[in-house]
């Protein structure tokens, strides 16, 4: 029942407020409770023997069994499939997305487990760990489940199927007969309560139903007709998940702690809203006819403007999902990390970082907003017209950058032209819509962007932008130039630097951020994957030049580095392995 599964290995199931990672061993060794970034319940990604799990599988004489796994049409519901000799069982995992009159939500995880073929034998066990395994519980049995009490949550387990308790988990080995189900229910008990009564069959399918017609509905309203369809609805689909109801905050992963690279220390907690990250989705999420999520994004956005402290200036590069503003980075030395990859961080210190161009990133998701779906309210651009005159005295101030170095401060090119971009949308927004603006300013100093850029960002000896003003350090993300319409695609200039990342940043159609030696994080150890947004910023930045019989290439040697749902992570490794959190906003926003 144990050991680590690779991460390729992991389908997703949500609710609109949390995810569980389901793998294909029928293993649930991944789910924060009741949201995002809550502490961990299931946490065997994260330590195989501490974090333990949610398994069910074939057990007994059907023991030597193999698996398969696949979504079941335009659903986040995954179906696993478990294949002994001359027989075969179907597991179907979900989270029902669902609130009661007050908006009051049922958190609610379901798994039904059938025989398809002859009887079969199959074993259940719920190890919970609460708090990243750093609490204890006590179990109490009831007569249709079981109740796991911690100091600060609770969860019931109820089922047609009856539990022992071994080493303060549920478990049961059962058989069923073909076309026989078993329901498994875990749900949140509040502070006194029960476990609720075991669903039936009627109604386990009921709400299965529901939820199946959740997503399906949600998915019709994309507009989007072209090639390779598949793939970008489930790109969607990721990036739906992503997404947090009661705010409207978008998260990058669902994950912590997940390894750029095994065992070297890039381990970073990504459950949180960084601004530029949710303003890429935003935009993804809007280029699919996606306008409530959009619109829910812009209100979350607005709120973090209104707490805006005028001493500060700025707003803050993350923040959390209910919008708070502290993020305290915290390991957790109980936990050996993902295939013993420490350490385990909880929290993000970036969150105090400088990083100038998360305005680039808003304005632009801002202006399409306000073009495709709804103009702006007079105080959501009062608050990004001060912005803008904050930014005007401050775009010169070194910053840590898109990568978000932890080794200090310095003039990121890619900070300093997303800084044009901001400034140049707001100009179109206030021209556009006739709206108070400090034009002058702001064109002033978007041309002096413009021009210090041209000369302090590039290398005549390199002939390409680099990373940072005076350094020879390639960057992938000079490849978003033509995108933002910062360059002219077939600009002597883009065309130059765009050839130099293909040698040396690029092989087959994977692209590393930069190189290490030299680079933004030369303060940590180790080396990473390549990481897989660049690479459809690639794909982009050849196309718009012109350079079909590359990008297409490029382009669907990608999707072949998908996993067998069609889910990403930020990076690939040399033997084409996943690595980092998952699945990533960064990647499926970068196909969509």
């Known amino acids: 029942m144990g050991g680590y599964q690779t991460i390729e290995n992991y389908g997703v199931i949500e609710d609109c407020h949390t995810v569980a990672l389901v793998g294909l061993n029928g293993s649930i060794d991944w789910l924060c409770f009741p949201k995002f970034d809550a502490p961990s319940v299931f946490g065997a990604i994260l330590d195989e023997h501490k974090g333990r799990r949610f398994q069910i599988s074939l057990a007994g004489d059907d023991a030597n069994w193999t698996s398969k796994q696949m979504y079941l049409p335009d659903t986040n519901i995954p179906l696993t499939r478990f294949f002994s000799p001359d027989g075969l069982a179907e597991l179907v995992d979900f989270m029902p997305v669902e609130s009661d009159s007050q908006h009051t939500w049922n958190h609610r995880l379901v798994r039904r487990v059938t025989s398809i073929k002859r009887e079969l034998h199959f074993r259940m066990a719920c190890q919970p760990a609460f708090n990243y395994a750093r609490d204890d519980h006590q179990v109490e049995p009831h007569s249709h489940g079981t109740i796991f009490r911690s100091k600060e949550l609770s969860l019931g387990l109820s089922s047609n199927q009856n539990f022992e308790i071994q080493d303060k988990a549920a478990v049961c080995e059962f058989t069923l007969k073909p076309h026989e189900t078993a329901t498994f229910m875990l749900h949140r008990v509040e502070q006194g309560g029960q476990v609720q009564e075991a669903l039936n069959e009627d109604a386990a399918e009921r709400v299965f139903q529901n939820t199946l017609k959740f997503w399906r509905a949600w998915l019709s309203h994309s507009t989007y007709q072209g090639r390779w369809r598949e793939y970008v609805n489930r790109s969607a689909l990721v990036l739906k998940l992503l997404t947090y109801a009661p705010t409207g905050a978008i998260v990058t992963a669902p994950t912590t702690s997940l390894p750029k690279a095994i065992g070297q220390g890039r381990n970073w907690d990504y459950r949180y809203t960084w ?318």
């Open 275 to 592: 601004i530029r990250d949710a303003s890429f989705t935003c935009y993804a999420l809007l280029s699919l006819g996606s306008q409530e999520e959009a619109g829910r994004f812009m209100q979350w956005v607005e709120e973090r403007c209104r707490e805006l402290d005028p001493k500060r200036g700025g707003l803050q590069i993350m923040y959390g999902i209910d919008g708070r503003h502290e993020l305290k980075e915290e390991i957790l030395d109980n936990l050996a990390g993902y295939k013993g990859s420490r350490p385990v961080r909880i929290g993000n210190a970036a969150y105090q970082q400088l990083q100038l161009d998360i305005y680039g990133e808003l304005m632009d998701a801002i202006y399409l907003y306000n073009k495709y779906a709804e103009p702006l309210s007079y105080n959501m651009w009062s608050y990004l017209a001060e912005l803008m005159d904050w930014l005007c005295q401050n775009w010169q101030r070194p910053d840590n950058g898109l990568w978000e170095a932890r080794s200090g401060k310095q003039a990121y090119v890619y900070s300093r032209f997303m800084i044009w971009v901001a400034l140049d949308r707001a100009i179109r927004i206030a021209r556009n819509r006739g709206l108070p603006a400090n034009l002058d300013q702001w064109r002033q100093t978007r041309d002096e962007i413009y021009q210090e850029v041209m000369t302090k960002g590039w290398s005549k000896e390199l002939n390409a932008f680099v990373q940072t003003y005076g350094s020879e350090v390639l960057d992938a993300s000079s490849l978003l130039m033509p995108i933002v319409k910062f360059m002219g695609p077939t600009d002597p200039r883009m065309t130059s630097t765009m050839d130099n990342i293909l040698k040396k940043l690029t092989y087959g159609s994977l692209v590393y951020r930069y190189r290490q030696r030299g680079g933004a994080n030369d303060v940590l150890k180790g080396q990473e994957g390549t990481f897989s947004l660049c690479s459809f910023w690639l794909v982009d930045a050849l196309t718009l030049a012109g350079r079909l019989d590359e990008d297409r290439p490029k382009m669907e040697k990608m999707f072949s580095y998908a996993n067998h749902l069609g889910l990403f992570a930020e990076e690939i490794g040399t033997s084409g392995e996943m690595l980092g959190n998952y699945p990533q906003a960064f990647t499926h926003l970068g196909l969509v």
